[in-house]
């Protein structure tokens, strides 16, 4: 049973290009987290989806970010115009239910995103 | 508002020393309180959860505390290796999603 699958694991962009980051969950499981950690910061919360659904986006950005988890393939967070502040390396999650049932929750490798 | 904080940055220990690592939290009560490691360039691993009804919960050499009076949560490492060395986060329930503490460099010296 492979892990969570993430890709790529490093990204380089240009200030104005689009990033797209890829998360393969867990065989099963239909819960997905996606968090950001800057150098020398925590983990932080971004977006919580299930399939198809986004269930929790308090930790996104407003503008410039945008998640979906489809029906069939990955979860993919976008990340439009980047800037320099992007960098940083986002992890993706994946659960076989709820967080607040204790659920544990397995991580990907990361992806490092690099905003030249 | 509701914090969660590792006190210490940076924890050097002995090997064969007892490592002891703190979480402590804020204006809350927590279901579960969740300790992970992280190697540098990898995603958090999953170590020990505890819930608030449980004083201790141990795994091998991990042994985890939860004093819902102190509002504290301590992760003790017995015995430890150089091989232990991460960094290690704590985590509590934030509804559907997970509250990470910015976390704590252990590193073991031979």
């Known amino acids: 049973n492979a892990g969570v699958m993430q890709n790529p694991r490093h990204l380089v962009r240009r200030r104005g290009q689009e990033a797209r980051l890829r998360c393969s969950p867990m065989?099963?499981?239909?819960?997905v987290y996606w968090y950001r950690q800057l150098p020398e910061e925590g983990l932080k919360f971004m977006v919580y989806?299930?399939?198809?659904?986004?269930?929790?986006e308090s930790g996104m950005p407003k503008e410039r970010f945008s998640a979906e988890f489809p029906k069939e393939g990955p979860s993919i967070l976008r990340i439009q115009q980047v800037v320099r502040g992007d960098s940083a390396a986002y992890f993706c999650?994946?659960?076989?239910?709820?967080?607040?049932?204790?659920?544990?929750?397995?991580f990907g490798p990361g992806t490092r995103l690099t905003v030249l | 508002s509701q914090k969660i904080e590792q006190n210490s940055e940076a924890l050097n220990i002995q090997e064969g020393k007892t490592a002891t690592l703190t979480c402590n939290y804020t204006?809350?009560?927590?279901?579960?309180l969740q300790w992970y490691r992280q190697d540098p360039g990898r995603g958090p691993v999953f170590l020990l959860l505890?819930?608030?009804?449980?004083k201790e919960k141990r795994k091998e050499r991990l042994k985890v505390t939860f004093d819902t009076t102190l509002k504290q949560s301590l992760f003790h490492i017995t015995a430890s290796q150089p091989a232990d060395s991460a960094t290690y986060l704590c985590?509590?329930?934030?509804?559907?999603?997970?509250?990470f503490g910015k976390g704590t460099r252990l590193h073991i010296l031979p």
């Open positions: 985590a509590r329930t934030g509804g559907d999603k997970i509250i």
């Open positions: 999650a994946s659960s076989s239910g709820t967080l607040a049932v204790d659920n544990e929750q397995f």
């Open positions: 505890i819930r608030e009804n449980e």
């Open positions: 065989k099963g499981h239909s819960h």
């Open positions: 989806l299930q399939k198809e659904n986004i269930i929790d």
């Open positions: 204006n809350y009560s927590p279901a579960y």
